[in-house]
């Protein structure tokens, strides 16, 4: 995945459990995967229980290991089809990066995440509350959301539970600046 970050010239909201926040140009990625069936909603914490079964789903079958071509061991969580805004209905996706073409094996799902402009947060501390904690001021913040694609990246950083990095892109309207 190629990035360019651009640190943000104005000044870095407080946010709890955040160690960075920058606007991002991401290139396009492929990815391969599971889907949760049917699309899930953030009301009364539904979206919560939806992803984790799916994770759970995800990790006791060992799927990433069924997944072929895989540029590393990152994992995505990747929020698509959205119905509106975050109070509104959308699906959910869990897999790795591929190269483009790889052969998707029967029962699971390719997913193309597209190139743009993405706000980049890095959320940090205990799995996965520091997670929970950045969609939540997310929701709250004042970005300019796309509400077309977004996801989390589950690399090194991730492993240690109790002291976790967690790197979410949001699509964002505007564009990256150009010049760092």
């Known amino acids: 995945m ?5 640190r ?3 000044k870095k909201k407080d946010f709890n459990q955040f ?7 991401v290139s396009e990625m492929h990815l391969i995967g599971l889907c949760l069936e049917g699309k899930t909603t953030n009301a009364h ?3 919560g229980i939806d992803c984790k079964n799916l994770w759970h789903r995800f990790e006791e079958a060992n799927y990433a290991a069924l997944i072929p071509d895989k ?3 990152h994992l995505y969580g990747v929020y698509h089809q959205y119905e509106g805004d975050s109070s509104k209905p959308f699906s959910y996706f869990i897999g790795c990066r591929v190269n483009k073409g790889s052969i998707v094996p029967k029962g699971l799902t390719k997913m193309d995440i597209p190139a743009g402009t993405y706000e980049k947060i890095t959320a940090t501390g205990k799995m996965p509350d520091c ?5 939540q001021e997310i929701w709250k913040a004042d970005y300019n ?5 977004d996801f989390e990246v589950y690399d090194e950083r991730s492993r240690d539970w109790n002291n976790a990095e967690v790197d979410v ?3 964002v309207d505007e564009p990256a600046e150009q010049g760092q």
């Open 2 to 6: 190629r990035i360019k970050t651009i």
């Open 8 to 10: 943000l010239k104005q």
């Open 19 to 25: 160690s960075t926040m920058a606007k991002t140009a």
């Open 45 to 47: 914490g539904q979206s």
């Open 71 to 73: 540029l590393n061991d």
């Open 131 to 135: 997670v929970s904690k950045a969609w």
């Open 145 to 149: 959301r796309r509400y077309t694609i």
């Open 169 to 171: 892109y949001v699509a």
